[in-house]
């Protein structure tokens, strides 16, 4: 009778604290999706909003939006690029530029390699010096066949040739297809803006200047700063630019790279005293050619860093068009987008015929939907191999990349690995938030048709993200949840 008791308490005591359990945990996850709900509604009243979060190792959904929808993911784009290289190439695959010889033509062959920089021009050529080459009689001749037109992806419209953003993806990638120059406006409206090369000895672009300065007001209301291409790497500039008490740095794309490719090797002969008595042609390297020296690139790895971290659309582009030279022996957009639906449909759950892809930087052209991106997120979460070279090279919030200034001295600094995407109405962000009680957590949060100010926008992805980090930390304070054990999704 007493044991009989004791059991009938017992199992009162169980019942109670199991139904304590399902009714508290479903209580905190209503208020979670009422609270995520109305601030999406506040806050994007007029955008497309599609969100999925999920728990990475349950696979239990924690809040959805429109996760089926196709949206464009702009720069989001590249984590499909980004994760079908480290497949198809390998982490340490690196780009090689080669200069070799036959009879008396000199041939420098390009690979697209994006990290290529005068200085390894000049180191290829120093070569011949120490070889004791000081003349070349015959022609140096530029192999850039590796890449093919287009040389600008789908749907990049003409306001943005002039931009470094879209410097055009040829094989031959120099000091990043880009000049970077300062803008001084002067207080005096209607007086015209002063511009000077950044770095004096490049000269790669030459400008033809009309841009005047004008109040904020006046630039807000009737004018903007425009950009011509014109032959010969020439710019004309024109329009206005707001005034401001110090100059802007401004980066302005290169449109001939191969015409500035020539004009780096001029110099590097000219430097390492070498008598060039042919000609500077484009052509193709022969078989049988003799390599005199070549420079390698950094390991693919360092190189996706880089293209995730900044958002790098050349570095996207250059690694797009290769993964198609490698898939299918041509460097085009097309047969890279192929590459990559290719190889992702092969080693992930992604479902190709849900998503359109014409490049892989993230162009307007691209459309997927929040719930693609988290299958592929948690795959690659859940491949032993891939997964501790992916979390390394994704931006971390609060410390690199495009998340460097979000959200420092919160629960979520160094918490969120994820890429971000933007463009004038779109705002994206994917990837992995670490929760305080120790939780993995993989979303996408994609905003399409964002009126206003988009930095407004992506301050309301942080709040988002917030919400569901608050809603994991439990009774510790936002300082607590940040120092507490550091995320086990950090490499």
């Given amino acids: 009778m007493k044991n009989s008791r004791i059991q009938n308490v017992a199992s009162h005591v169980f019942l109670a604290g199991l139904l304590l359990f399902f009714i508290s945990f479903p209580a905190c996850s209503n208020s979670l999706k009422e609270e995520l709900s109305t601030l999406i509604k506040q806050k994007f009243p007029h955008a497309t909003v599609g969100i999925l979060v999920q728990d990475v190792d349950t696979g239990e959904t924690l809040y959805q939006c429109n996760t089926h929808k196709l949206l464009k993911p702009a720069s989001n784009t590249k984590v499909l690029t980004a994760l079908a290289a480290l497949y198809l190439l390998g982490p340490d695959y690196r780009y090689d530029t080669a200069l070799s010889h036959k009879d008396n033509n000199f041939y420098l062959t390009f690979s697209g390699s994006p990290s290529l920089k005068t200085e390894h021009i000049n180191g290829l050529f120093a070569s011949l010096s120490q070889e004791k080459i000081n003349t070349i009689k015959g022609d140096i001749v530029l192999d850039i066949s590796r890449f093919k037109p287009p040389y600008n992806a789908a749907g990049i419209t003409y306001d943005d040739l002039g931009w470094y953003y879209e ?25 015209p803006v002063q511009v000077k090369a950044k770095n004096s000895e490049k000269n790669a672009l030459t400008l033809i200047n009309d841009v005047v300065s004008v109040t904020r007001e006046q630039e807000k209301q009737h004018c903007n700063f425009n950009i011509d291409i014109k032959p010969n790497n020439t710019l004309h500039l024109y329009g206005c630019l707001a005034q401001r008490k110090h100059p802007r740095t ?150 690199a990349g495009t998340l460097k200034d979000r959200m420092k001295n919160t629960i979520l600094e160094n918490r969120v690995l994820a890429k971000t995407g933007t463009m004038s109405d779109i705002t994206a962000i994917s990837g992995y938030l670490l929760t305080a009680d120790g939780k993995t957590l993989v979303f996408s949060i994609i905003v399409n048709g964002v009126h206003g100010n988009i930095y407004a926008a992506k301050a309301v992805e942080d709040q988002i993200l917030l919400a569901i980090a608050r809603h994991y930390a439990g009774p510790e304070s936002e300082t607590e949840s940040k120092q507490e054990a550091q995320p086990g999704i950090m490499p």
């Fill in 167 to 191: 410097a055009p993806s040829t094989a031959v990638i120099l000091d990043d297809n880009k000049e970077v120059f300062q803008f001084t406006t002067p207080l005096k409206s209607g007086a």
């Fill in 250 to 399: 401004l980066q302005l794309a290169i449109p001939d790279p191969v015409l500035y490719a020539k004009q780096v090797i001029k110099k590097a002969l000219q430097k390492n005293n070498i008598t060039f008595k042919g000609k500077l042609v484009v052509g193709n390297t022969p078989e049988e050619s003799r390599l005199v020296a070549s420079h390698q690139s950094d390991e693919l790895t360092t190189l996706l860093k880089h293209m995730l971290e900044e958002s790098d659309n050349l570095y996207a582009d250059s690694i797009t068009k290769l993964l198609g030279y490698k898939f299918t022996g041509e460097g085009t957009y097309k047969q890279g987008v192929f590459a990559i639906k290719e190889t992702l449909s092969r080693r992930t759950r992604m479902d190709m015929t849900l998503l359109r892809l014409t490049d892989g930087q993230g162009g307007r052209y691209n459309l997927i939907s929040p719930d693609q991106m988290v299958i592929l997120l948690t795959d690659i979460y859940r491949d032993k191999q891939l997964k501790p070279i992916f979390l390394k090279i994704l931006p971390r919030m609060g410390v």
